[in-house]
């Protein structure tokens, strides 16, 4: 089932947030996700304004930012509807779910969930992590997008967790719209339906690096998309890294991206 356009996916969720996604997607044929983990607001949205023609989701790390205020997001919510990308929220809860996740995605300065589209969350803490998330996101209809691989060298993610965590994620459908991942997983290896009823997103993508020297690893948008079949590359400094222009780089990603996409559809 790995010929399966983006819009005969959206089909298959019921999830507001996944189905805009994939809209968007293939409306503006990009299936690139932008990580724009820079340290000041200014660089943070103009490089958001002249990669947004080019992406179908920016991913934040919004605590990385020196001079984050509310004018940041009224300001990156412009850009959005301007562009028309989803916000994701990379903030990896891993807390518990009954009260602290509620709060640290609701509450304090950052108020994520008022303004991001897709938060992400380890499921080590057990399923109460998606059910305290829920209540405040399914509400909102926003989606959760669960760590079932990483892309770091060493990393302690084992075959048996990544297959407890698309169990949980089985559970909670209206909400879990997909993974970070390397790239389309199964359940216990099986060619189960799992493949087209989520997303599937990977880092840890690079067109020239294959490393970063801190535990970092790349791999081609081609063979994330066409042999991994993930969904959406997630490309950071490859975009945005030293004395790169980023609207050249942002097309490059987002031509390599969408040319290994059609070639899987072959
Ligand atoms: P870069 O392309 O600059 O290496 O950035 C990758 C981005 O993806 C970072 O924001 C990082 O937090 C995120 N990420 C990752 O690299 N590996 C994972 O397994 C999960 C991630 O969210």
Redesign the pocket.
């Known amino acids: 089932m790995t010929n399966v356009t983006y819009s005969e996916r959206a089909t298959n969720f019921n999830n507001k947030t996944a189905r805009k996604l994939f809209e968007i997607i293939e409306h503006k044929k990009t299936n690139l996700a932008l990580?724009l983990?820079v340290s000041t607001k200014q660089e943070f949205l103009d490089i958001a304004d002249k990669v947004g023609p080019y992406i179908c989701c920016l991913?934040t790390?919004i605590d990385i930012l020196i001079d984050f205020d509310n004018d940041l997001i009224e300001q990156l919510k412009k850009l959005q509807i301007k562009h028309n990308f989803l916000i994701f929220e990379?903030r990896?809860f891993a807390d518990i779910g009954s009260n602290t996740v509620k709060n640290q995605y609701s509450q304090g300065i950052y108020r994520i969930a008022e303004w991001a589209d897709i938060i992400?969350a380890h499921c080590l803490p057990g399923e109460g992590i998606i059910n305290g998330l829920k209540e405040i996101g399914l509400p909102l209809n926003r989606g959760l997008l669960l760590?079932a691989?990483?892309?770091?060298k060493g990393?302690l993610i084992t075959r048996n967790y990544t297959n407890s965590t698309i169990e949980m994620a089985l559970n909670h459908k209206d909400f879990v719209i997909g993974f970070?991942a390397s790239g389309k997983i199964t359940l216990n290896d099986n060619n189960n339906n799992i493949q087209n009823d989520f997303i599937f997103m990977t880092?840890?993508?690079?067109l020239s690096n294959k490393e970063?020297g801190l535990g970092?690893q790349?791999r081609t948008p081609r063979e994330v998309i066409t042999e991994s079949k993930s969904d959406i590359i997630?490309?950071?400094?490859?975009i945005y890294?030293s004395g790169k222009d980023v609207i050249t780089e942002a097309k490059r990603y987002r031509d390599a991206g969408w040319n290994a996409y059609l070639e899987r559809l072959k």
Request: proline share 4%; aromatic share 4%.
């Open positions: 990580a983990d991913k790390h990379d990896k992400d760590l691989e990483m892309s770091s990393n970070i880092p840890g993508v690079g970063d970092q790349y997630i490309v950071g400094r490859g890294g």
